[in-house]
């Protein structure tokens, strides 16, 4: 078996081409994401997930999603359920949220994703909105104050796991106060230190002990003045690894978005040498998944650790639905 890199990447439709069959084998990627361009129906989907693991020879290679509920959800009617999105769980329980609605909603994602052979969830986010920002990450959030943040979050990453699904926080440390969509431009936020460990930190550093984290493509004046954190080596090693205490798996957020400069080796590089252990490329281009593959190291010593970790805490066998929890689900989401 070859060594694997420690990059992961998309695929262009609902099957694999003979080209991405024949990159997959040669390049060896840690994982594959799935986005809705690549899902027709559950058998399709296990036939996608079991044709990428054949590809890079290893039954437990992991295959990602965003599968958060609300606007970003990449499985959704008539094949699978509609979920509320993160902010919705805040007024299922008197005004204060209920744990119980995003621990369930968590644990029947799950379920979806491991009937259709998906084992990590891009989710939650942890981000918390400040007024007037961005709407890129708007209702995705659980709320405005970091402790409801912290206490839904923690709720919809026990579910997805108890259900054999890696959750993965995001985006660290915090895309809540951006001005714009760093799909398209790079924002800049210019919070001071004590503001960010205020708000914008707390969520994160509560739920460090999590096994994945994806980063945030933005620049902080108060941290790193010249770089976004995912190509940041001060703000992933004083920030995230040091101030937040997060020891687990650091992947990128999607190198191909505009907020990040340069072309796809260039990023991908910047982002390794910055700390990051994952690199993750999203759109399935070939010819930039290539160059992402290029510069991606293969994946060893502190990183493959962190992969292995995480890798453990899914069950080769997904845990069956208990009966009545989808009826539970619909009554507390119900009574809003």
């Not at 994401?33 to 559950?42: D, T």
């Not at 104050?145 to 440390?173: C, M, S, Y």
């Not at 080596?233 to 505009?258: N, Q």
């Amino acid at each position: 078996m070859g060594a694997v890199k420690a990059f992961v990447c998309g695929c262009e439709g609902l099957v694999l081409s003979a080209e991405e069959r024949a990159f997959l084998g040669e390049e060896r990627p840690w994982g594959l994401i799935l986005f809705k361009r690549n899902v027709a129906s559950v058998e399709q989907l296990r036939d996608l997930t079991s044709t990428f693991r054949d590809c890079v020879g290893r039954p437990d290679a992991p295959v990602l999603i965003d599968q958060e509920g609300g606007r970003v959800q990449r499985l959704g009617p008539p094949h699978w359920p509609a979920y509320p999105a993160a902010a919705s769980y805040l007024h299922y329980k008197d005004g204060f949220g209920s744990s119980e609605a995003a621990k369930l909603g968590g644990r029947l994602i799950a379920a979806d994703l491991r009937q259709a052979g998906i084992t990590v969830d891009c989710a939650p986010v942890l981000d918390v909105p400040a007024p007037g920002s961005h709407q890129v990450i708007g209702n995705r959030a659980f709320g405005p104050e970091p402790d409801v943040v912290a206490r839904l979050g923690r709720a919809f990453a026990e579910g997805l796991l108890e259900g054999g699904v890696l959750p993965v926080i995001k985006h660290i440390p915090g895309h809540g106060r951006t001005g714009v969509d760093s799909h398209l431009e790079l924002p800049v936020v210019q919070a001071t230190r004590s503001e960010l460990e205020a708000v914008d930190f707390p969520p994160f550093r509560t739920l460090a002990d999590l096994p994945v984290a994806m980063t945030a493509h933005l620049v902080f004046t108060a941290l790193d003045p010249e770089r976004p954190a995912t190509t940041s080596r001060l703000i992933v090693e004083t920030i995230i690894r040091g101030a937040l205490g997060f020891s687990g798996l650091l992947l990128t957020d999607d190198l191909s978005m505009e907020a990040l400069k340069g072309t796809l080796g260039e990023r991908a590089a910047a982002a390794s040498a910055a700390g990051c252990d994952i690199l993750l490329h999203c759109n399935g281009k070939a010819a930039e998944a290539r160059q992402v593959a290029e510069a991606a190291p293969i994946l060893a010593g502190e990183s493959a650790r962190r992969a292995e970790a995480a890798l453990a805490m899914i069950p080769k066998v997904a845990p069956s639905l208990p009966e009545g929890l989808r009826d539970r689900f619909a009554a507390l989401t119900a009574a809003a």
